[in-house]
């Protein structure tokens, strides 16, 4: 099933995207609580045309935040966490959190909610997929150091 997001959804997508999801969530979540619509054709030519005018108008958006892309991979990023004497395991794991912290640390302020971590549980150098805007995602490095 494909629905139109009204909204921003976590995990999901942006507003005015266009997302194939299942027909349950689509229909027993995302459509009753006004957070999407079902993605009809003529839903589909608004929605294009409400984007292509949208689009002029968030041109100088879309460039400052790519000036933000070029930057934000240049940047030493570490993240402390707690190790077991002498191992290279951390207690827990490195959360989505934690990394928009250290980039708040360095001048950033990215919502945690468009940053995706697999699953961080030894010291070491990583890749965060940042998702600044729907045309704009990078991936930046960074590093997990003991504490």
Do not use: C, W
């Not at 629905?3 to 229909?27: D, M, P, Q, S, T």
């Not at 190790?83 to 250290?102: L, N, P, R």
């Not at 995706?116 to 805007?133: C, D, F, M, Q, W």
Request: no cysteine; glycine share 6%.
């Amino acid at each position: 099933m494909n629905v139109i997001l009204l909204e921003n959804v976590e995990k999901l997508g942006f507003k005015n995207e266009v997302i194939k999801v299942k027909a349950g969530y689509g229909r027993n979540f995302l459509i009753p609580t006004g957070k999407a619509i079902l993605a009809t054709e003529s839903s589909v030519k608004v929605l294009n045309e409400n984007l292509r005018q949208q689009e002029q108008k968030d041109s100088k958006l879309i460039a400052q935040l790519n000036k933000t892309a070029e930057a934000l991979p240049t940047l030493d990023i570490q993240i402390k966490a707690k190790v077991a004497e002498g191992g290279t395991k951390i207690f827990g794991s490195i959360k989505s959190s934690q990394f928009t912290d250290a980039l708040s640390a360095l001048g950033h302020d990215i919502d945690k909610r468009f940053v995706k971590l697999s699953t961080i549980k030894e010291l070491g150098n990583y890749e965060a997929e940042v998702r600044l805007h729907r045309s704009v995602m990078i991936n930046v490095p960074f590093s997990v150091v003991a504490e």
